[in-house]
């Protein structure tokens, strides 16, 4: 793609708040990891690890749901998505299952389990540098009113 003036003029815009941005999502992103854990969510949600040498910017929260849980994550993203919070699947899953690659010869050593259960059971949240402590707050609220509600 070719970048137009005017998509380089509002880029150039938004780069004067990359770092308040940063700080927003990395604070959204803090906030529904301690509240998650501090509330042992882990029982049937994965929660995300981030590697000690890591510094990302965090464009979502991602969640898995375990095997073991008493509800699927549809069953948990189709709550969340009723109560207004919007949700999306971790991108692609397992991409030889995607259409556009079914008719795509590939190779396989040992399958592609881990692809699969990402693609099954995972999905994010926001973490988008807009959302306020009430966005956050009601996002976390919700989550933990689903789990303890299967407990």
């Known amino acids: 793609m070719k970048m137009t003036e005017m998509q380089a003029a509002c880029g150039l815009a938004q780069m004067r708040g990359i770092d308040q ?7 959204n992103f803090a906030y529904l990891d301690n509240a998650l854990r501090v509330r042992r969510c882990s029982e049937f949600l994965i929660l ?3 590697h000690h040498k890591a510094s990302p910017s ?11 849980a008493p509800f699927t994550a549809t069953a948990l993203i189709q709550y969340l998505e009723g109560k207004g919070i919007a949700t999306r699947r971790v991108f692609a899953g397992n991409v030889i299952r995607q259409p556009a690659f079914a008719s795509r010869p590939y190779a396989s050593v040992g399958g ?12 994010w ?12 707050q009601y996002i976390k609220d919700t989550l933990i009113e689903f789990v303890e509600a299967h407990k």
């Open 58 to 68: 965090y464009f979502g929260y991602p969640i898995g749901v375990r095997p073991r």
């Open 48 to 50: 995300p690890k981030v």
């Open 112 to 123: 592609f389990a881990g692809a699969d259960f990402i693609m099954e059971n995972s999905f």
């Open 125 to 136: 949240v926001g973490c988008w540098h807009g959302l306020t402590l009430d966005d956050m």
């Open 21 to 27: 941005f940063t700080l927003n999502r990395l604070d």
